[in-house]
C-alpha cells in the first residue's frame, strides 16, 4: 500500500479560519517535507523537519517520527494560501521523497 | 541560494519520438532528480544522481534515460513517448545525504498527441 497517507483530499476554508493538513507514514519515516504547489505547477517549499515543529508565519509543521505522522497548521487562511499542499517522506529507502496524494485547499472569500 | 531551471517549459512530441528533457541547477548541489507527475496526483521518482558521472534508478525508470553531464545539469529521455501520455516532469536539487531538503524546478509539461 501507499507509504504516505494525506488527508482530506480537498479541503475548503472561509477566509480567516484555521485547519490541519496530516499526514501519516506507513513506515520509519527520518524527515518530511511539505510543500504547495501554485496553479502554475511550481512547488514551494514550506517545511523540512528532521523531529520536532516549526514555524513559519501563518503556517506550522509538527513531525512525531515516532507515531509516524507529520501535521500542517493553517492559521487565518488567505486566499493566496489556495493551492495543492504535498508532505513528502525522506525514509530508509535512500535519497527518495515518497510523495502524498496531496490536499487541494480553496480559500474562499 | 539558487534556482532550477528547466527547458522547455513546454513540450509536444509524437507517438515513437525520442524526447529530452533539461535541468540546470546553480545551488552547486551534488544531487540531482528526476519526478514525475500525472494529473491530481503526487511526484514519483524516476532517477537521480548522487554527483557528477553517478546514475540511480527510481521507482519509474521504465521508459526513460538519464544523464548527468556536470555537476549543475541532469537530463531526462523519453526513450519512446506514448500516446496520449500528459505529464508534469520535475527535476529536484539538494546537497547528498539521505535525507536532505530538495528543492525543485518549475516543471517542464508533456504532451504526446
Known amino acids: 500500500g501507499d507509504q504516505v497517507e494525506q488527508s482530506p483530499s480537498a479541503l475548503s476554508l472561509h477566509e480567516g479560519t484555521s485547519s490541519a493538513l496530516r499526514c501519516n507514514f506507513t513506515t520509519t519515516t527520518r524527515s518530511v517535507q511539505w510543500f504547495r504547489q501554485n496553479s502554475r505547477g511550481s512547488l514551494i517549499n514550506l517545511f523540512y523537519?528532521?523531529?520536532g515543529t516549526k514555524e513559519n508565519g501563518r503556517l506550522k509543521s509538527a513531525f512525531d517520527s515516532k507515531e509516524l505522522y507529520s501535521t500542517l497548521h493553517i492559521r487565518d487562511a488567505q486566499l493566496e494560501d489556495s493551492g495543492t499542499y504535498f508532505c513528502?517522506?525522506?525514509?530508509?529507502?535512500?535519497?527518495?521523497?515518497?510523495f502524498g496524494g496531496g490536499t487541494r485547499l480553496t480559500v474562499r472569500p | 541560494g539558487g534556482i532550477i531551471t528547466q527547458t522547455p517549459k513546454f513540450l509536444i512530441g509524437q507517438e515513437g519520438q525520442k524526447l529530452t528533457l533539461k535541468c540546470q541547477q546553480n545551488f552547486n548541489h551534488d544531487t540531482m532528480y528526476w519526478y514525475r507527475q500525472d494529473s491530481g496526483k503526487g511526484l514519483r521518482l524516476i532517477y537521480y544522481?548522487?554527483?557528477?558521472?553517478?546514475?540511480q534508478k527510481g521507482d519509474l525508470s521504465e521508459g526513460y534515460d538519464a544523464s548527468r553531464e556536470k555537476k549543475s545539469s541532469f537530463s531526462l529521455t523519453v526513450t519512446s513517448a506514448q500516446k496520449n501520455e500528459m505529464a508534469v516532469f520535475l527535476c529536484?536539487?539538494?546537497?547528498?545525504?539521505?535525507?536532505?531538503?530538495?528543492?525543485f524546478g518549475p516543471g517542464t509539461r508533456l504532451t504526446v498527441l
Open positions: 523537519l528532521a523531529s
Open positions: 529536484a536539487s539538494s546537497i547528498w545525504d539521505n535525507y536532505a531538503e530538495q528543492f
Open positions: 544522481s548522487i554527483t557528477e558521472n553517478d546514475l
Open positions: 513528502a517522506a525522506g525514509n530508509n529507502a535512500g535519497a527518495k521523497l515518497t
